[in-house]
């Protein structure tokens, strides 16, 4: 367990960020796995997330597309985080760990049994090995800076690796335990050679995980099988897991061929995202004949969804520009005539959870923010804001007039059928996007731009143009979407952290560079306290929603994942998942006949 400041330090088989962690060390499963689900069958999957085409082996690299789902399937991690607590891990390639007195190193214990897919003995130099590799210039951006917090990884001797810490981070051991780790031999030459980790993107993955791809039959389909000799497969942290013998996935070019090929069984699951599909076309005979099966899954923290702003781009560093184009999304008409009622609105960075802002800041939160407040928009000091709404007595008529006060005060005006600057630049926003079905959100937005007389246009173009334009920054507006996490960490730096706005690949897309964000960041990443922890993301959060770096836009209370009833999925759900991770990981094929087991899942 992960020890107290100032306390004696001793090897235990898990970790807990806070408090203690939920199972104990003779557990033999995880509450939301079932450990008696068959092992067998295969599961055809459609595009794991919004690739339609892959042409690398390697996830870890800042160029090209990565095979679908595949860091997940081939490469394990020193110990595995569970899913239904706030920040626990326990034993995987690593049997047990131990944490210094004073937080700033952790030595891992790697479990003698442990083996990469060419049946090599897994050792603490294949460790620092694979460490060394992710921190370096080679490796994307968003692995260095996930594992930023480690400063070096020694070998002990053959079995145990210590990593140092940059600072004494309760965070910093689990952030260890997400290690991925993969072999030193992935993509060694005839001669023994190995090439730059950054040319090893074709080659097969000799890694750590369940499973081993079987065949790749073009840029559109890959078929992974479960490794037959995958050493940890009844470690207590696997038992009820990866139980498909196989799985193949199908890409897609775009959504609707998708759940048609879905609807006709050539697929077993489809992930839906459209509120429009789910209210309308999940229908037909393979419905009517009970062969498919539609499910509402209880969701754990929703992520925030909105239109990013560049801040890179000059006509967008004024907040008050900002707040302007917030303004002009009319997200309860939306909501109400083409999303049939089936979203909530996303009024925080870390809504529905413990770590977002609401009412007023506490003293606490006023401690961090105070040092920044010449430099903070007034709102930040007052209660949280909610998103502009347009139900009545509200409307876009209202909201737009305010949003032309705010142009006006940032020195923009309309003039000659343009908004223009006092240089007579007209504004312009480009908004990108690679999927189709998203234009019946941005078009009905740049509408209301070119109203306040913003020449405002959506430009569709393919997956890879739009993640090298997305990697390289190169962009006005576009719709993303940051993952939820179980517990605020590191992900913050690469999110939100200046240093992160002049790397390319990184994920600080809005391009913030803020003292006070900095700051904030820093406090939570430091935290080592819970309450702490709490304080400083709320701090952040008010920050964040005030400066408007995006555009809020909704959320999804629930999963929805359209099934064939061959299918069966553990009868306890995870307080916190990946939907698509949690089919893949979790769910089985019954067994001819049987029926699924109570749930908490409400099927229509």
């Not at 295969?42 to 990565?66: C, H, I, K, R």
């Not at 939306?334 to 506490?362: I, K, W």
């Not at 740049?446 to 190169?474: K, P, S, V």
Request: aromatic share 12%; net charge negative; with cysteine.
């Amino acid at each position: 367990m992960l020890a107290a400041h100032g306390l004696p330090a001793e090897a235990k088989p898990f970790l807990a960020q806070f408090g203690n962690p939920k199972y104990p060390p003779d557990f033999t499963h995880f509450d939301y796995a079932d450990p008696n689900a068959p092992s067998k069958g295969t599961l055809n999957f459609q595009n794991y997330n919004e690739l339609q085409s892959y042409d690398s082996l390697n996830p870890f690299l800042v160029t090209g597309a990565a095979a679908p789902d595949i860091q997940n399937l081939m490469f394990d991690t020193l110990m595995q985080r569970s899913w239904d607590e706030l920040a626990s891990e326990y034993p995987l390639i690593a049997d047990d760990v131990e944490v210094a007195a004073d937080g700033r190193s952790a030595t891992f214990h790697i479990n003698p049994a442990a083996r990469f897919s060419n049946g090599d003995p897994i050792t603490a130099a294949d460790v620092k090995y694979s460490l060394d590799t992710l921190k370096s210039p080679q490796a994307s951006p968003l692995f260095s800076s996930q594992f930023a917090v480690i400063k070096r990884a020694s070998v002990v001797d053959r079995l145990t690796v210590r990593f140092d810490f940059a600072d004494a981070s309760s965070a910093a051991p689990l952030i260890a335990g997400d290690l991925p780790i993969f072999s030193p031999k992935w993509g060694m030459r005839p001669d023994g050679t190995r090439p730059p980790f950054d040319q090893i993107s074709n080659v097969p993955p000799i890694a750590s995980g369940a499973y081993l791809i079987e065949q790749r039959r073009n840029d559109k389909q890959i078929t992974y099988r479960r490794n037959p000799h995958y050493w940890a497969a009844n470690l207590p942290t696997r038992r009820g897991m990866f139980r498909f013998e196989r799985i193949n996935f199908r890409l897609y070019l775009d959504q609707y061929t998708k759940l048609e090929a879905f609807k006709a069984g050539n697929d077993d699951t489809d992930v839906e995202y459209s509120a429009t599909q789910w209210a309308r076309k999940y229908v037909g005979k393979n419905f009517n004949s009970g062969l498919l099966a539609k499910g509402l899954f209880p969701d754990g923290p929703p992520q925030m969804q909105g239109f990013l702003i560049n801040t890179r781009k000059p006509q967008f560093q004024d907040v008050r520009v900002r707040e302007a184009l917030a303004l002009a999304f009319d997200y309860d008409w939306m909501n109400r005539l083409m999303f049939y009622g089936q979203y909530v609105r996303t009024n925080s960075y870390f809504e529905d959870t413990p770590f977002g802002a609401t009412g007023m800041p506490g003293p606490k939160e006023l401690a961090l923010l105070e040092p920044f407040r010449k430099d903070l928009p007034p709102a930040v000091f007052g209660p949280m804001v909610r998103q502009p709404s347009t139900l009545p007595p509200g409307s876009l008529r209202a909201n737009l007039r305010r949003a032309r006060e705010l142009l006006a005060e940032a020195g923009w005006h309309y003039k000659d059928g343009a908004l223009r600057d006092a240089n007579g630049t007209p504004m312009t926003i480009e908004i990108i996007d690679d999927q189709p079905g998203m234009d019946r959100l941005i078009i009905p937005y740049t509408q209301a731009l070119q109203t306040l007389g913003i020449n405002a246009y959506l430009h569709e173009i393919d997956a890879a143009l739009y993640q090298r334009r997305l990697d390289n920054f190169q962009y006005d507006m576009t719709t993303f979407i940051y993952p939820p996490v179980t517990i605020p960490g590191v992900e913050l730096l690469r999110r939100f952290g200046s240093k992160a706005a002049g790397e390319v690949g990184s994920e600080n897309y809005p391009g913030i560079r803020s003292p006070a964000v900095d700051a904030l960041v820093h406090a939570a990443v430091s935290a080592t306290t819970l309450d702490d922890l709490e304080t400083a993301t709320r701090a952040l959060d008010r920050v964040l929603i005030n400066e408007y770096y995006l555009v809020p836009q909704y959320y999804m209370p629930n999963a929805r994942i359209g099934y064939k009833t061959t299918l069966g999925f553990p009868a306890v759900l995870p307080k916190s998942y990946q939907y698509e991770d949690w089919v893949i990981d979790y769910w089985y094929c019954k067994p001819q006949g049987a029926a699924q087991p109570g749930t908490t899942a409400a099927a229509h």
